[in-house]
Protein backbone atom coordinates (compact mmCIF):
# COMPACT_ATOMS: atom_id res chain seq x y z
CA UNK A 1 0.00 0.00 0.00
CA UNK A 2 1.14 3.58 -0.92
CA UNK A 3 1.41 6.10 1.20
CA UNK A 4 1.27 10.24 1.46
CA UNK A 5 4.58 11.34 0.02
CA UNK A 6 5.69 8.17 -1.64
CA UNK A 7 7.63 8.87 -5.11
CA UNK A 8 7.04 5.98 -7.70
CA UNK A 9 8.57 5.59 -11.25
CA UNK A 10 6.21 4.23 -14.21
CA UNK A 11 6.53 1.38 -16.05
CA UNK A 12 6.97 1.12 -19.98
CA UNK A 13 2.84 0.81 -19.70
CA UNK A 14 2.74 4.08 -17.44
CA UNK A 15 4.71 6.06 -19.32
CA UNK A 16 2.65 5.34 -22.79
CA UNK A 17 -0.52 6.01 -20.96
CA UNK A 18 1.14 9.14 -19.51
CA UNK A 19 3.21 10.48 -22.94
CA UNK A 20 0.80 13.93 -23.85
CA UNK A 21 2.11 15.26 -20.42
CA UNK A 22 5.20 13.51 -20.61
CA UNK A 23 5.26 11.78 -17.28
CA UNK A 24 7.52 9.14 -16.25
CA UNK A 25 7.41 9.38 -12.28
CA UNK A 26 4.83 11.27 -10.08
CA UNK A 27 4.26 11.52 -6.26
CA UNK A 28 1.57 10.35 -4.13
CA UNK A 29 -0.24 13.50 -2.43
CA UNK A 30 -2.88 11.73 -0.07
CA UNK A 31 -3.02 8.83 2.24
CA UNK A 32 -5.29 6.13 0.60
CA UNK A 33 -9.17 6.58 1.09
CA UNK A 34 -12.06 4.26 0.12
CA UNK A 35 -14.24 4.63 -2.84
CA UNK A 36 -17.14 2.82 -3.72
CA UNK A 37 -18.85 1.79 -6.64
CA UNK A 38 -22.74 1.03 -7.25
CA UNK A 39 -24.02 0.04 -10.07
CA UNK A 40 -28.21 0.75 -9.84
CA UNK A 41 -29.56 -1.20 -12.66
CA UNK A 42 -28.34 -4.64 -11.24
CA UNK A 43 -28.56 -6.58 -7.60
CA UNK A 44 -24.82 -6.53 -7.07
CA UNK A 45 -22.95 -5.18 -4.08
CA UNK A 46 -21.19 -2.29 -3.75
CA UNK A 47 -17.15 -2.36 -4.33
CA UNK A 48 -15.14 -0.74 -2.56
CA UNK A 49 -11.69 0.00 -3.50
CA UNK A 50 -8.61 1.90 -2.53
CA UNK A 51 -7.88 5.31 -4.20
CA UNK A 52 -4.88 7.80 -4.05
CA UNK A 53 -4.59 11.53 -4.97
CA UNK A 54 -1.26 11.66 -7.68
CA UNK A 55 0.90 14.14 -8.82
CA UNK A 56 2.99 13.35 -12.34
CA UNK A 57 4.55 16.34 -14.30
CA UNK A 58 2.65 18.93 -12.53
CA UNK A 59 -0.83 17.88 -12.85
CA UNK A 60 -3.05 16.45 -9.93
CA UNK A 61 -5.16 13.19 -11.12
CA UNK A 62 -7.82 12.74 -8.29
CA UNK A 63 -9.14 9.47 -7.00
CA UNK A 64 -6.74 6.42 -8.88
CA UNK A 65 -7.98 3.16 -7.70
CA UNK A 66 -5.20 1.18 -6.31
CA UNK A 67 -4.63 -1.74 -8.72
CA UNK A 68 -4.56 0.24 -11.70
CA UNK A 69 -1.87 2.38 -9.76
CA UNK A 70 -0.34 -1.21 -9.12
CA UNK A 71 0.01 -1.69 -13.14
CA UNK A 72 1.55 1.38 -13.78
CA UNK A 73 4.34 1.51 -11.35
CA UNK A 74 7.47 -0.12 -11.47
CA UNK A 75 8.15 -3.12 -9.43
CA UNK A 76 10.89 -2.31 -6.91
CA UNK A 77 12.81 -4.85 -8.07
CA UNK A 78 12.56 -3.29 -11.50
CA UNK A 79 14.54 -0.05 -10.41
CA UNK A 80 18.38 -0.36 -10.64
Known amino acids: ?3 KG ?6 EGGVLL ?4 DGENGIVM ?5 LFEK ?12 GYDVLIKGRLFKE ?3 KFLSRVIKDEKDVE
Open 6 to 11: DLFFLN
Open 39 to 50: DFESETRVLQYY
Open 1 to 3: MLK
Open 30 to 34: SGPYL
Open 64 to 66: IPE
Open 18 to 21: FRHI
